[in-house]
């Protein structure tokens, strides 16, 4: 569990946590010597046996975005208010970011009473009961507390106590994320990132990456606490030893994940607050500072229900694109601050981190976000994420990030989902359609592959590789080839080789055309080992190169004449024949190279490297060094 402070500057938040576990947690000599928290600094303590991280955050306004770098991974606030002082302009923005960072329980400790008497602590103790109302920490106990004179620190160490037994450990579900807020070097270890897990557990050995940036790491060695452990979790606080980067490339802001989570995101959907501190509407379009974790980035609003302006106090969904890349992902609450960094305005929870930009100024996905925000379990969060998919195949990996579960979970919830269709089918599929993204791939595929026999009537059919690019971008050549094979079961397409084509698809050619293939074809086989040049055979043909081109190509598809090079074309026949001739030659030899097949056909290295090339490509022969073996079969 992690217990964090919030509150106002010099309103004894250092003081508390040190009182209460012994640890100095201003490391900074600036810190020693001005008397404030200027970063964020830790410490824990035990409590009903649990172990429980403490994250202090400074109070000064100026070290605002070092406060958020701490206040991301919170289980448990301590908001601390002055005695002497009572509710401050702090006090109140500290509060407004654990309430829209979704903090769920808290306590309030009323410092400094030492200093004043009965009636000041009656008066502040009705400005935190009127601060807190209808945020989380409306029903928090208030505790009256002094780390100098040492007046209520039990009463605040069962309060704390209470906190962690009522508190329930979130299952560490989904791929390990850890935002970054130190990096150092240890002399002897090498670089060392500290930070508060938020998703998964993290193993010593394991191998993570680095965002943005996608450097790639190795854990060498784990500690919580200060306590070397082999494996941590979420809501730990975790320093790591990492192999393989330097930590003069690593910074605030950047995250340790999972090898599995390799992507940044430049526009996320979102569902958005405004906090009354806002003062006035945020317009569309207008410039915020969005804060994720230890990450901060300028982002434009955009709302996605067509207004123009969000009110204090008001709810939308939005679209945030953020100037530069940030590793953000489903799930994830953020902070947005005014353009000029001066006020928290307000914050939200990102629901689809790879959103693409709006199509209309009133959205048509806006209902599937609603479903994706209300979604009550895991299977209706996925139903609603394939939904936003503007493709109609999606990948178990870009659901897997975008909900940020492990790719196994996610084939677990949809394994008897009845209106999902998998590809390849299987208990562990690539990717998902649904019924509609099924029927729109189909139609997508057939279009493209009519628009092709129109225009290219001479052509068997569209190269598979090249149609996948060009109706699903991105998807995996394995899924596609199961799209395929779907395709020809129920009798949409049919594939011959490497191309496919409509059913209703056939190449005509008229009795001049066949005659000259015939020609072309007897002009090759008369050639044997050595045909010429294309041009030279059109040309003793008494025929245009084009007009050769296509006798070619028709007797390509009938598998009677191949091109095994630009300018080189061999009959089916001849092939044949060398292909016996490199049989018996490795048969006798055990392997052959293009001297050996040169002086077998009686022809120059030209032709033998071609014809070892094409048989390689082929599969009929197996390149070893600068021999050639047969293939198994």
């Not at 930070?195 to 394991?206: F, K, L, P, R």
Request: with cysteine.
């Amino acid at each position: 569990m992690i217990l964090g402070t919030a509150g106002h500057i010099d309103h004894g938040k250092t003081e508390l946590i040190r009182a209460l576990t012994g640890i100095e947690t201003d490391r900074l000599r600036e810190e020693k010597e001005r008397g404030i928290s200027i970063d964020i600094g830790f410490a824990w303590l035990d409590v009903a046996g649990t172990r429980v991280g403490v994250v202090d955050v400074p109070g000064h306004e100026r070290f605002i975005r070092n406060m958020l770098a701490g206040a991301h991974g919170i289980d448990v606030v301590l908001l601390v208010v002055a005695a002497d002082d009572g509710v401050m302009p702090q006090t109140e923005e500290h509060l407004d970011i654990v309430h829209l960072l979704g903090a769920q329980r808290g306590i309030v400790a009323m410092t400094k009473v030492d200093l004043v008497d009965g009636k000041r602590r009656d008066e502040v103790r009705e400005e935190i009961e009127i601060l807190v109302a209808g945020t989380a920490l409306e029903t928090a106990p208030v505790v009256e507390v002094s780390a100098i004179s040492g007046e209520g620190l039990d009463d605040l160490r069962n309060a704390l106590s209470d906190a962690v037994e009522s508190f329930t450990q979130t299952p560490a579900a989904g791929l390990f994320r850890m935002p970054i807020d130190r990096s150092f070097v240890i002399h002897g270890h090498g670089t060392v990132v500290t930070g508060t897990a938020t998703a998964g557990e993290v193993q010593a050995e394991q191998r993570l990456h680095v965002l943005p940036g996608s450097r790639a790491a190795r854990v060498r060695g784990i500690q919580v606490h200060g306590t070397a452990v082999q494996h941590a979790r979420r809501g730990q606080r975790i320093a790591l030893n990492l192999g393989g980067v330097d930590a003069a490339e690593i910074e605030r802001g950047q995250v340790v994940c999972d090898v599995s989570l390799d992507r940044v995101s430049d526009r996320v959907d979102a569902f958005v607050e405004l906090r009354p501190a806002a003062g006035r509407p945020l317009q569309r379009h207008s410039l915020v500072r969005l804060h994720n974790g230890t990450a901060e980035a300028m982002a434009k609003i955009i709302y996605l229900d067509g207004r123009e302006a969000l009110a204090p106090k008001d709810r939308t969904y939005a679209q945030l694109a953020l100037r530069e890349p940030m590793a953000i992902f489903g799930g994830d609450r953020f902070i947005l601050r005014e353009q000029t960094g001066r006020a928290t305005i307000g914050g939200g929870l990102v629901l689809y981190p790879f959103a693409a930009k709006p199509a209309k100024r009133v959205d048509p996905r806006l209902p599937v976000l609603e479903r994706l925000h209300r979604a009550a379990n895991l299977r209706d969060r996925l139903d609603a994420l394939i939904a936003l998919q503007s493709s109609p195949l999606v990948t178990s990996e870009e659901l897997a990030a975008a909900a940020n579960l492990r790719v196994g979970d996610v084939h677990s919830v949809l394994a008897d989902h009845p209106s999902l269709r998998r590809f390849p089918d299987g208990g562990r599929p690539d990717a998902y359609a649904t019924s509609a993204g099924w029927n729109d791939l189909s139609d997508r595929i057939t279009g493209l592959l009519a628009a092709h026999h129109t225009q290219n009537p001479r052509e068997a059919g569209l190269d598979i590789e090249s149609l996948r690019s060009r109706v699903v971008a991105g998807v995996p050549p394995k899924v596609f080839r199961a799209v395929v094979a779907d395709l020809e079961k129920s009798g949409a397409a049919v594939r011959q080789d490497n191309l496919l084509r409509l059913p209703q698809h056939e190449i005509r050619i008229d009795r001049k055309q066949a005659a000259l293939a015939e020609r072309v074809l007897e002009a090759l086989e008369q050639a044997s080992f050595t045909p010429p040049d294309p041009a030279a055979l059109a040309a003793d043909l008494g025929v245009s190169v084009s007009d050769f081109d296509v006798c070619v190509e028709q007797l390509e598809r009938e598998n009677r004449a191949h091109r095994i090079e630009p300018k080189l074309v061999y009959s089916e026949a001849v092939l044949d024949q060398v292909r016996e001739l490199i049989r018996s030659h490795v048969a006798e030899h055990g392997e052959i190279d293009a001297r050996a097949l040169r002086d077998a056909i009686g022809a120059s290295r030209k032709y033998s490297i071609a014809l070892l090339t094409y048989f390689d490509r082929s599969g009929f022969t197996m390149r070893v060094g600068d021999t050639r073996k047969l293939r198994a079969r």
